[in-house]
């Protein structure tokens, strides 16, 4: 039997507020453990929560950013659980009343564009951190992480395949980086995702039992969990078993998925609304002041630069996949005032290659945009070579120097463009080549390509190819 797999995907994001989501203790990563904590998000007893209106805002714009609706009215409930890691034995989520519902982002994959709905997206606060010394026995808690601010977008059904939901979360991740709520950093937790997976007989309208895979520490873990889940799935079917609902953990060392528990042992969370915190109100008025603070987004742009820049619908999606880069891009091109291919193909090619060779994101370039641009400029003019600017930005690469500045200090970079000295050169090749010239008036016109290798070979590479070839053919077709 043939099947279709179907996946539903919950992310979890941090937001980048200063402080954290019901009192005002920072959320800075890294501090000295319990520093950042205060009687409110210890769970001390008598406090009181005071919701952040970053936090809101902030999803608001998410909300937007997805095409959700924003719902006029939400509210925040009690999860109720216990670990050493939650002070106050409950943690706050939003329920029943979600700040956002029924929204959709567009992706690509395999080739082809679709639509992937929103279930909804909700906040809530984070739990501590527990720290295990293997050669203690005890654990430590950290809580400098309880009350940071999460917001959890969760997918409707509807995608298909590893593929489909590596493109959603890569735009999902892009979009929440675009409009700044979110750094987006999967290695170090602040971008989470859980993967729900069914498969049901292919055609069918009625959705198999799901798994819900947990501990996907980044895309890759994430595709190759769901392609190993679809497999496992079909293997139990084979063999005239079910599949349960149950919740599964990846473990990326082994390629494999354990069951961690089954809906039997799912947990009673006996959710019920906060009674120390309002109903969330938000007004259209609202809703339209952050919408107006929302950047052009990937998408958006993806189009304009195919548009503006005639760009590819490939080198446009490649430059507007992180905000960073498409911004080098345009401020690289503004300093030029033809070619944006040309500008694309250098971002693309020679930096994008130098970034990941020294593993360091657009913002750490060792080459600013305004070098790059610079640079550029110099070929335009004629000034160097198209071969040269390689060499050049291998110096700026290394020296973070201006182009202008390391063309000044090594003479021999500047492309000769002067006409007399061309020629001089040229007369002297064609007089020790009498062979070749023989040739090409015999109408080998490719032994051309020979001559102009000589000319550069004679000039190291900064003879302006233009000019060598007008003069070259002035000489040679008479
Ligand atoms: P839970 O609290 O049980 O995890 P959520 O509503 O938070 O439930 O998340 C459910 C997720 O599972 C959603 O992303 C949804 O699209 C997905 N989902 C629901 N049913 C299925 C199914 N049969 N197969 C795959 N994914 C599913
Ligand atoms: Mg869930
Ligand atoms: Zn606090």
Redesign the pocket.
């Known amino acids: 039997m043939e099947f279709e797999s179907?996946?539903?995907?919950?992310v979890h994001t941090q937001l980048t507020t200063e402080t954290k989501i019901f009192c005002n203790c920072s959320t800075a990563f890294g501090a000295e453990p319990n520093t950042h904590t205060c009687p409110v998000c210890l769970g001390m007893p008598g406090v009181l929560p005071v919701l952040n209106k970053k936090v809101v805002e902030y999803t608001i714009k998410a909300a937007l950013a997805t095409n959700c609706g924003i719902q006029e009215e939400s509210r925040f409930a009690r999860k109720n659980y216990f670990y050493p890691d939650l002070p106050k034995g409950y943690q706050i989520s939003q329920y029943e009343l979600p700040i956002a519902r029924a929204g959709y982002i567009d992706i690509e994959a395999n080739g082809e564009k679709k639509r992937i709905g929103i279930?909804r997206i909700h906040m809530e606060e984070d739990a501590g951190k527990l720290i295990h010394d293997p050669n203690r026995p005890f654990s430590k808690v950290d809580l400098n992480r309880t009350g940071v601010p999460l917001m959890e977008i969760?997918?409707?059904?509807d995608i298909r395949s590893s593929e489909e939901a590596g493109a959603y979360l890569r735009k999902i991740r892009s979009i929440l980086r675009y409009i700044g709520v979110s750094d987006g950093n999967m290695e170090e937790g602040s971008f989470r995702c859980?993967a729900?997976?069914?498969i049901m007989p292919k055609g069918s309208e009625t959705?198999?039992?799901?798994a819900?895979l947990k501990n996907l520490n980044s895309f890759r873990h994430v595709e190759k969990a769901i392609d190993f889940e679809i497999e496992r799935q079909k293997d139990v079917i084979a063999d005239g078993g079910k599949v349960v609902q149950e919740t599964r953990l990846w473990n990326p060392t082994k390629n494999k998925s354990t069951s961690m528990r089954s809906k039997e042992e799912a947990h009673d969370y006996r959710y019920f609304p906060d009674p120390d915190l309002l109903p969330l109100i938000v007004d259209e008025k609202w809703v339209d002041s952050v919408r107006a603070t929302l950047p052009e987004l990937p998408d958006e742009r993806k189009e304009r630069f195919e548009k503006e820049f005639s760009l590819s619908d490939y080198d446009a999606g490649v430059l507007t996949a992180a905000r960073e880069l498409a911004d080098y891009f345009e401020e690289c091109f503004s300093y030029l005032d033809n070619n944006p291919k040309q500008v694309c193909n250098w971002v693309t090619g020679p930096l994008l290659g130098l970034l990941n060779a020294e593993g360091k994101s657009i913002e750490e370039s060792p080459v600013s945009a305004k070098n790059l641009g610079g640079l550029l400029k110099l070929v335009d003019k004629g000034t160097i070579s198209g071969k040269i600017a390689k060499t050049v930005f291998e110096k700026m690469a290394k020296t973070g120097d201006a182009p202008e500045e390391i063309v000044k200090k090594e003479k021999g970079l500047v492309q000769v463009s002067d006409t007399g000295a061309i020629e001089e050169i040229i007369v002297k090749i064609l007089d020790r080549s009498e062979k070749e010239v023989e040739q090409y008036k015999a109408g080998k016109t490719k032994v051309m390509g020979f001559f102009v290798g000589q000319v550069m070979k004679e000039t190291k590479g900064a003879a302006n190819p233009k000019i060598v070839n007008e003069i070259l053919k002035r000489k040679l077709d008479v």
């Open positions: 179907v996946i539903g995907l919950e279930h969760v997918s409707e059904p859980d729900n997976v069914s959705f198999g039992t799901r819900e």
